[in-house]
């Protein structure tokens, strides 16, 4: 459920016509709905309801401090990887004891900004990791709160590249092992073990994966409360795939449900980690077409958005719907179309061979389902600006990340003496740029 739709003959998102964001904004940008952001979590937060559980929105799907603040004002905590997502996590208002911190390479120094920073709990994936964490958090008079991240060896049955919990991936501890590392972290005074957590994968849309997990979580808890260990929280990662196109995964309540059914007399906090599901089908990336390109064996549209906006297709071959922001005709004749982008390698290619109705130079498509690992994951191949950002809320919307001018993107830049001095101007351009 979103609240992208036509309305008039053109798309709105919400109560804004995205036409009228595009002539404001230019092309391409994302574009965030603040309702379906609330939806998605407010429906996940209700299939909870009773039990001591909370949803820690992972940031890395999307971490724009709009889309945050949105839902730390519901209630949501942040799953983090990086300093750089605590920073943010805490800008857009989480508080630091609603964070908990992921990943298989935490520096020193990330840890020690979590720490100092206060945050709920850290996840730790290695038995290396464990130890340089004591040692920061003795350093600073401190016990990490931690959980061990297991590898429950469940195959998630989605794309090899976002599957986490098999023996192939770099992802937890497996079980024996991890018992292990538990009765070693009982003997280090800088880490307190409260915890379990798991993360199978990504964009699941059964949930047989889910309960295979859940089941062997329940019995790693009990079996290391018979170790004596004090287990209070649980931690099952996210996950939970969303409908791209013809998809039909499992409803969160049904997802919930099974939590609550299997976890849910465990006597732990439960510790949910969705990020496609709040933001997944929040965004849309709106683009204009710059050319059609027929020949007599393809019709290549070539739009403004590229491969550095949204790099799902290239990298995953995922698949995202595409539709025309003015509302084409209900019998438009449907023909094969190749959505491409300016981006110079093959790559960049959004779909091939789409049924998409007649096309036009200006015309303004929509990537719908791209609020999640969309913008998070753009770049500036190509030397291309960043993609900007807009949110909607009702009939209002706001540039929450701009797009950069050319020169804040070349004045990132330095240039070393050995080439500022003479001869450096070709180079940078005009003669004064460069230099700042
Ligand atoms: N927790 C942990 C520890 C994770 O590694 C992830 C995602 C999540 C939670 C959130 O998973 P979600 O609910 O969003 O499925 N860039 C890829 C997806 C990478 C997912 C990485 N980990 C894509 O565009 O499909």
Same mark, same amino acid.
């Given at each position: 459920?979103?609240h992208?739709?036509?309305?008039?003959? =053109?798309?709105?998102?919400?109560?804004?016509?995205?036409a009228?964001?595009?002539? !404001?904004?230019?092309?391409?940008?994302?574009?965030y709905s603040?309702?379906?952001?609330?939806?998605?979590?407010?429906?996940?937060? #209700?299939?909870?309801?009773?039990?001591? #559980?909370?949803?820690?929105?992972?940031?890395?799907?999307n971490?724009?401090?709009?889309?945050?603040?949105?839902?730390?004002?519901?209630?949501?905590?942040a799953?983090?990887?990086?300093?750089?997502?605590?920073?943010?996590?805490?800008?857009?208002?989480?508080?630091?004891?609603?964070?908990v911190?992921?990943?298989?390479?935490?520096?020193?120094?990330?840890?020690?900004?979590?720490?100092?920073?206060?945050? $709920?709990?850290?996840?730790?994936?290695?038995?290396p990791?464990?130890?340089?964490?004591?040692?920061?958090a003795?350093g600073?008079?401190r016990?990490?709160p931690?959980?061990?991240?297991?590898n429950?060896?469940?195959?998630?049955?989605?794309?090899?590249?976002?599957?986490?919990?098999?023996?192939q991936?770099? $992802?937890?501890?497996p +079980?024996?092992?991890?018992?292990?590392?538990?009765?070693?972290a009982?003997?280090?005074?800088?880490?307190?073990?409260?915890?379990? !957590?798991?993360?199978?994968?990504?964009?699941i849309?059964d949930?047989?994966?889910?309960?295979?997990t859940?089941?062997k979580?329940?019995?790693?808890?009990?079996a290391?409360?018979?170790?004596?260990?004090?287990?209070?929280?649980?931690?099952?990662?996210?996950?939970?795939?969303?409908?791209?196109?013809?998809?039909?995964?499992?409803?969160?309540?049904?997802?919930?449900g099974?939590?609550?059914?299997?976890?849910?007399?465990?006597?732990?906090?439960?510790?949910?980690?969705?990020?496609?599901l709040?933001?997944?089908?929040?965004?849309?990336?709106?683009?204009?077409?710059?050319?059609?390109?027929?020949?007599?064996?393809?019709? $290549?549209?070539?739009v403004?958005?590229?491969?550095?906006?949204?790099?799902?297709?290239?990298?995953?071959?995922? +698949?995202?719907?595409?539709?025309?922001?003015?509302?084409?005709?209900a019998?438009?004749?449907?023909?094969?179309?190749?959505?491409?982008g300016?981006?110079c390698?093959?790559?960049?290619?959004?779909t091939?061979?789409?049924?998409?109705?007649?096309?036009?130079?200006?015309d303004?498509? =929509?990537?719908?389902?791209?609020g999640?690992?969309?913008?998070?994951?753009?770049?500036?191949?190509?030397?291309?600006?960043?993609?900007?950002?807009? !949110?909607v809320k009702?009939?209002?919307?706001?540039?929450?990340?701009?797009?950069?001018?050319?020169?804040?993107?070349?004045?990132?830049?330095?240039?070393?003496? +050995?080439?500022?001095? #003479?001869?450096?101007? =070709? #180079?940078?351009?005009?003669?004064d740029e460069?230099?700042?």
């Open positions: 459920m979103h992208f739709a036509y309305r008039d003959g =053109a798309l709105h998102a919400e109560d804004v016509p995205v009228r964001i595009a002539q !404001a904004v230019g092309t391409p940008f994302y574009c603040t309702a379906t952001l609330e939806r998605h979590y407010t429906v996940f937060a #209700a299939g909870l309801s009773g039990l001591d #559980a909370r949803i820690y929105y992972a940031l890395k799907a971490g724009n401090l709009a889309v945050v603040r949105t839902l730390a004002r519901l209630g949501a905590g799953d983090i990887v990086s300093e750089g997502e605590l920073r943010r996590a805490r800008t857009a208002g989480v508080a630091a004891d609603a964070i911190f992921s990943g298989v390479g935490k520096t020193e120094a990330e840890m020690a900004a979590a720490l100092d920073a206060g945050i $709920f709990q850290f996840n730790v994936e290695s038995e990791e464990l130890r340089a964490l004591d040692k920061v003795r600073r008079g016990a990490a931690i959980a061990i991240r297991v429950p060896e469940v195959a998630a049955g989605t794309h090899a590249k976002i599957t986490t919990g098999t023996k991936n770099k $992802f937890g501890i +079980w024996p092992q991890a018992r292990a590392v538990y009765a070693l009982r003997d280090l005074e800088g880490v307190a073990a409260v915890g379990i !957590a798991a993360h199978i994968g990504s964009q849309l949930l047989a994966p889910f309960e295979e859940f089941v979580l329940r019995d790693y808890v009990l290391l409360r018979a170790d004596g260990h004090d287990i209070r929280r649980l931690d099952v990662g996210g996950g939970l795939g969303v409908p791209y196109g013809a998809e039909a995964p499992s409803a969160p309540a049904e997802y919930t099974l939590a609550r059914r299997i976890l849910g007399n465990l006597g732990c906090h439960l510790m949910f980690e969705p990020g496609r709040i933001a997944g089908n929040a965004g849309i990336l709106v683009a204009r077409v710059l050319y059609i390109k027929e020949s007599e064996e393809r019709r $290549f549209v070539i403004d958005a590229a491969m550095n906006d949204l790099i799902r297709p290239a990298l995953y071959d995922a +698949w995202h719907g595409i539709v025309p922001v003015a509302e084409p005709a019998r438009a004749p449907l023909a094969p179309a190749d959505v491409v300016p981006v390698e093959s790559g960049d290619t959004f091939l061979e789409r049924p998409l109705p007649p096309l036009r130079t200006n303004l498509l =929509a990537f719908t389902t791209a999640a690992y969309g913008a998070v994951m753009a770049s500036t191949y190509n030397s291309r600006r960043l993609v900007p950002e807009v !949110a009702g009939d209002a919307f706001a540039v929450v990340r701009p797009r950069p001018t050319y020169e804040a993107m070349l004045a990132s830049e330095r240039l070393p003496d +050995w080439l500022a001095a #003479a001869g450096a101007t =070709a #180079a940078r351009g005009r003669p460069g230099s700042r």
